[in-house]
């Protein structure tokens, strides 16, 4: 794979068409300084959601996987004054410096960062009725997307734009078998996203500045 092109051409794009204010060069550079994963969407990933959330009128989104909080501020930024976005978080290291993000970036009445893992808070969410979102990024640890997706299902409703990344890992979905927990969990994911009825899904191959990829995205019926 020709590595330098892609970003090369995502560079090319970039200067075309986001414009990182500096909000988000803060934002990917406390991400740096604090020593946390560099494994935020990329600027042209982050944009694309951004269009998305605007594409769906959204007003609620739910995020799963914060991080420093890249994704969660483009996205949020195309939520309407009364719009709220829900994100979680299992690791307070990331939690603390995406709060100090979304403080800086003006967003903090608009987005909650709930600490602790996705698979046991998705069921309050539910009881409590924060539902429906019209947007749900699942970008959280790969093994339990199935399950993050049946929860979305969930909290969704006719209409609702379901997004998962790292769908693809390299093209690793393609071997038979792998000892990558992270593999075999997206696997099982499209597996099950392709045979899901309450959905119209597809996956897209993603290259860039990020190593090749893909993103799922399914519109519930
Ligand atoms: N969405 C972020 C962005 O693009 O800026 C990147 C998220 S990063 C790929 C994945 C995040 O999920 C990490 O911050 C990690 O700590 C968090 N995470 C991992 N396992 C989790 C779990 N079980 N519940 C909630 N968050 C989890």
Redesign the pocket.
């Known amino acids: 794979m020709n590595q330098q092109l892609f970003e090369s051409v995502d560079q090319y794009i970039g200067r075309l068409f986001y414009n990182e204010d500096a909000c988000l060069k803060e934002t990917e550079q406390s991400i740096i300084r604090s020593g946390?994963?560099q494994?935020?969407?990329s600027p042209n990933q982050g944009k694309f959601l951004h269009i998305l959330a605007r594409l769906c009128n959204a007003k609620k989104i739910l995020?799963?996987?914060?991080?420093?909080?890249?994704?969660?501020i483009w996205m949020a930024r195309a939520l309407p004054a009364n719009g709220k976005l829900i994100t979680?978080?299992?690791?307070k290291n990331?939690a603390d410096v995406a709060r100090q993000n979304f403080n800086r970036c003006g967003l903090a009445s608009k987005i909650e960062i709930r600490l602790?893992?996705?698979?046991d808070i998705l069921p309050s969410l539910k009881e409590e009725g924060a539902g429906p979102f019209d947007m749900i990024?699942i970008?959280?640890?790969k093994p339990?997307y199935t399950e993050y997706f049946q929860w979305a299902l969930k909290l969704a409703r006719p209409g609702t734009l379901i997004i998962a990344?790292?769908v693809i890992r390299e093209g690793k979905v393609l071997l038979q078998e792998s000892p990558d927990e992270m593999v075999t969990g997206v696997k099982r994911f499209n597996q099950f996203l392709s045979q899901c009825s309450d959905v119209t899904a597809t996956i897209f191959q993603t290259v860039g500045a990020k190593e090749h990829d893909g993103m799922a995205i399914a519109l519930v019926k």
């Open positions: 946390i994963p494994i935020s969407v995020e799963m996987g914060t991080l420093g909080g890249y994704s969660t979680l978080e299992i690791d990331h602790g893992k996705a698979i990024f970008d959280a640890d339990p990344d790292n």
